[in-house]
Each structure stands twice: as structure tokens, then as C-alpha cells.
């Protein structure tokens, strides 16, 4: 049967995120499986080296990024998280707000971490030149 992290792990992985740095990065075995796979709209990784890289790569790309989660939901082997993204990049401040599914395994690690975000409005949109054609696009399809 598989084990639901205890309220201290669910509260330590939850401040994890919230305040990781690359100092905080190497915590991830904690936390994640070691076969463990992360998915977003741009990645899809497996093992902890392959997810570490992504976050890595977050913070040399842009900055002072950090996590705060809004709502956090446990069921069983899973959890549900939602979340806003705030970093600065090309002297803008930028802000995502997605979500994250967390599955948990035997040991209560982290087995899967899948995060949803609507790269168009959260990102794309931002970006001068991608933003005026999508917006232009989401007008046209818009019914109310």
C-alpha cells in the first residue's frame, strides 16, 4: 500500500518549493523518487539528475524565480497543487499561475509531477512579439 507523506513531509516538501534556491536543489532525493518524472509544456524528464537539470536551468535563465503555492490538495497517493510563478526576465517581471498533479509512491516520494499552464496566456501573451498575433487570435474565437 502506498504511503501518504506525513504532515510534516507534506508541509517541508510544499516549503521546498517555496523557497528552493540553487543551494535548496540538491534536497531534491527528499523529495523525488529516483526514477520520478517531471512534465510541463516544454519538458519531459525521468530520474532526479534529468529534473534537477530543469530547475538548474530555471535559475540560470531567469531571476529571482519562486513558487508560491495557493492551494495544495492530498487524496490517497496523489495531490493537487496551485500555484503562481514569479520571476523577472529581459528586465520584465513575469507572473504564471498553473498547477501541479503530484503522484507519490511506496515511500512517499514524488513519482510524477506533471504541471499544467496555458503557455499562450501566461507566457506567449507577454512577449511583445508573440503577443499581439495571439491576442488578436484569442479575440476572434472568443464566444462571450
Known amino acids: 500500500m502506498t504511503r501518504i507523506p506525513s504532515q510534516t513531509e507534506w508541509r517541508a516538501l510544499l516549503d521546498w518549493y517555496q523557497t528552493l ?4 536543489l540538491p534536497d531534491i532525493g527528499r523529495y523525488y523518487a529516483e526514477d520520478a518524472r517531471f512534465k510541463d509544456p516544454f519538458n519531459d524528464a525521468r530520474g532526479i539528475a534529468n529534473i534537477e537539470k530543469i530547475f538548474r536551468h530555471m535559475f540560470k535563465t ?6 508560491t503555492v495557493r ?18 526576465c529581459a528586465g ?3 507572473n504564471i499561475h498553473g498547477s501541479s498533479h503530484l503522484q507519490f509512491n511506496d515511500d512517499g516520494k514524488i513519482t510524477l509531477h506533471r504541471d ?3 503557455t499562450s496566456e501566461e507566457l506567449f501573451e507577454k512577449i511583445p ?11 476572434k474565437l472568443k464566444v462571450v
Not at 496523489?78 to 510563478?85: G, I, S
Request: charged share 35%; proline share 7%; no cysteine.
Open 92 to 94: 520584465r517581471e513575469v
Open 129 to 139: 512579439l508573440f503577443g499581439l498575433p495571439l491576442a488578436w487570435l484569442r479575440k
Open 21 to 24: 534556491t540553487p543551494d535548496t
Open 62 to 67: 531567469v531571476k529571482r524565480p519562486r513558487f
Open 71 to 88: 492551494d495544495a490538495l492530498r487524496d490517497g497517493d496523489q495531490a493537487f497543487l496551485t500555484w503562481d510563478f514569479d520571476f523577472a
Open 116 to 118: 499544467y499552464w496555458d
